[in-house]
Every structure is written in C-alpha cells, then in structure tokens.
C-alpha cells in the first residue's frame, strides 16, 4: 500500500481511537505510537529534563574484534601455558569480559584472557605487536592458521587484530555491558544490567558494548535504576523473543538526567536494597516525577516490558 495512503489511513484510525480511548497517537519514521495520558506526561517532562546520553562526554564503544575468538581468547590453563613456555607472553595477554559475565554494577569474571597482538594505534606511534617477539603465542595461533589466515577482522599479518583506535580505552573506568539483555524470570530486580569496570579489562565485540569518559558513575546509576528500565523500554528495541538489543544506535538516544553529586556517591556506596532504593528516590527527583507518574513506573517494573 502507498505511504501517503497508510499515513492517511492511520492518521484517521487514531483519531477515532483517541476519541473513543482517550489516547494520544504519535507518528515517526518507523512506527504509530499510541500513549496514554500518564505516559504521554512523562515522555514529555523525561524528554524535556533529560540530555540525549549521544550528548554527554562519553564515547560508546564496540568490544575486541578479533575475528576468530577461538584462537585470541584463551582460558586460565592456557595462559599459564603459554607464560611457563615462555614469560614474555604475558606482555600482551588481559583479561576479557563476555556479555553473560556483567552483572549490575559488576561483573562474575570466567577467567577468560585475550591474546592482544594488537595492530598498533598509527596516531600515537604505537607499532604493531610481532609475532616473532612471542615465540609461544605463535606456535599457539599456528594451530588455528587455516582460520585467522582467510578472517575479515584481521591487522597487518593474519597473527595481528585489526585496528582499534580505542584500543588505550579499554584500560579506563567504564560501563560495560551485553549486546543483548534479558529479564530473567521472577528476577526483574536484576535488570538492567549495567556494569562497572575499572581494572582494564576487555569486553568481546560480538556480545558487548562499553562507554568510557566522564560522569560514568553517575550515568550508571540512571540506567541502573527503576526509571532507567523504564527508559529501556522506551527507547531500546525489543526482540520478538523479549530480549533488549542495547546497541549504541538506541542507548545514545535516552535523556539521561542533570547530573548529581548525590547520586554518584550513591553508586559508590556498597550496594543493598536500602541504597537501590534511595538511588531510585534520587532519580525520581531529578526527571521532577510525582508520585502517580511513579507508581505507574513501579507498576511496569513489576511486568515484562514488550513493545
């Protein structure tokens, strides 16, 4: 059918509906979006008191691209391997997250590690690694030749990772968290699951995402919170399976509230029920919620959130 004809044929429907509902329809690019009154409300008052997060000092960020992690990401036992074969191999070898590993707030790590022959950064005079360096480490991705030799992802010679401008960044503080979230059954107070790092661990590109820059403590707090899952569903595309696919395209549009000392010390407090609950007392505070916008927001916390 003709875009004119449908946009026509909406824009009829949805007068009707709100005329018999008492609902407010909405259009853009991609879909109708029909509120109610209270949602209507605090669309308006989150939208007009947030800062787009794409707005804030933080750069968003895929994880490690390896191209092949069954060569580049190691457990515990071959990491000791590889050093007792020979010491320098520890140079490049850290510690890497997988996007089932982040919690809220932190993270469970699988002692799992990555082979860093990294590609070097042209821009600050950061040469590749050589292989020829690490004895060791060659003969163990020699094993895999077949496979890192014909990969897209790969840097100057096929033992080398491709390019990572932010590759200095993984060593900072960060959010870090999994491409795609779910709401585990009659576990909702474990969503979201945004966690914090600042030991200069790795995160796999194929299942996570990391913000670095400034306010991060701050930032996490608001997506932590009860407000900040419902923003999720707000903004955040909703697989047909009920998964949150947290790509930086959706994240980067939430308004995240003015920022607050109050808050970030929160989150730098050992977390219990008490201090989740003051963290979302202040996050009320800050989007000005009153009390039936924040019932309604506690109400859908209770349910599983589809769009």
Same mark, same amino acid.
């Given at each position: 059918?003709?875009?004119?004809?449908?946009?026509?044929?909406? +824009?009829?429907?949805?007068?009707?509906?709100?005329?018999?509902?008492?609902?407010?329809?909405?259009?853009?690019?991609? +879909?109708?979006?029909? &509120?109610?009154?209270?949602?209507?409300?605090?669309?308006?008052?989150?939208?007009?008191?947030?800062?787009? &997060?794409?707005?804030?000092?933080?750069?968003?960020?895929?994880?490690?691209?390896?191209?092949?992690?069954?060569?580049?990401?190691?457990?515990?036992?071959?990491? @000791?391997?590889?050093?007792?074969?020979?010491?320098?191999?520890?140079? @490049?070898?850290?510690?890497?997250?997988?996007?089932?590993?982040?919690?809220?707030?932190?993270?469970?790590?699988?002692?799992?590690?990555?082979?860093?022959?990294?590609?070097?950064?042209?821009?600050?005079?950061?040469?590749?690694?050589?292989?020829?360096?690490?004895?060791? @480490?060659?003969?163990?991705?020699?094993?895999?030749?077949?496979?890192? #030799?014909?990969?897209?992802?790969?840097?100057?010679?096929?033992?080398?990772?491709?390019?990572?401008?932010?590759?200095?960044?993984?060593?900072?503080?960060?959010?870090?968290?999994?491409?795609?979230?779910?709401?585990?059954?009659?576990?909702?107070?474990?969503?979201?699951?945004?966690?914090? #790092?600042?030991?200069?661990?790795?995160?796999?590109?194929?299942?996570?995402?990391?913000?670095?820059?400034?306010?991060?403590?701050?930032?996490?707090?608001?997506?932590?919170?009860?407000?900040?899952?419902?923003?999720?569903?707000?903004?955040?595309?909703?697989?047909?399976?009920?998964?949150?696919?947290?790509?930086?395209?959706?994240?980067?549009?939430?308004?995240?509230?003015?920022?607050?000392?109050?808050?970030?010390?929160?989150?730098?407090?050992?977390?219990?029920?008490?201090?989740?609950?003051?963290?979302?007392?202040?996050?009320?505070?800050?989007?000005?919620?009153?009390?039936?916008?924040?019932?309604? @927001?506690?109400?859908?916390?209770?349910?599983?959130?589809?769009?």
């Amino acid at each position: 059918m003709d875009r004119e004809i449908l946009s026509i044929f909406y +824009s009829n429907y949805s007068s009707v509906f709100v005329r018999q509902q008492g609902k407010f329809c909405s259009f853009n690019s991609d +879909s109708w979006v029909i &509120l109610s009154d209270i949602e209507q409300r605090i669309k308006e008052k989150i939208e007009r008191i947030g800062t787009p &997060l794409k707005n804030w000092d933080i750069q968003i960020n895929y994880g490690i691209k390896t191209g092949f992690n069954e060569a580049f990401i190691i457990d515990e036992a071959k990491r @000791i391997e590889l050093i007792e074969q020979d010491p320098t191999s520890d140079e @490049i070898i850290r510690p890497i997250l997988r996007g089932r590993d982040i919690k809220r707030y932190g993270y469970d790590f699988a002692n799992l590690w990555l082979i860093n022959m990294h590609n070097g950064i042209k821009e600050k005079g950061i040469k590749p690694i050589d292989i020829k360096d690490y004895p060791a @480490i060659k003969k163990h991705l020699d094993n895999f030749w077949k496979d890192i #030799e014909k990969r897209v992802d790969q840097g100057d010679t096929p033992y080398n990772l491709r390019n990572c401008a932010y590759m200095d960044d993984f060593s900072k503080q960060k959010i870090v968290w999994a491409e795609t979230m779910r709401i585990h059954k009659g576990d909702s107070n474990n969503f979201p699951r945004f966690g914090f #790092e600042e030991s200069g661990k790795y995160v796999t590109d194929k299942t996570c995402f990391f913000a670095t820059g400034k306010q991060i403590k701050f930032i996490i707090g608001v997506l932590n919170s009860i407000v900040g899952r419902y923003l999720l569903s707000q903004y955040v595309s909703i697989l047909d399976d009920g998964g949150y696919l947290m790509q930086k395209i959706y994240l980067e549009k939430i308004p995240i509230a003015p920022y607050s000392s109050k808050l970030e010390k929160l989150i730098e407090k050992k977390r219990n029920d008490k201090t989740e609950t003051e963290i979302d007392n202040v996050v009320y505070q800050l989007y000005n919620l009153k009390k039936d916008e924040i019932t309604f @927001i506690e109400n859908v916390k209770n349910q599983p959130l589809q769009r």
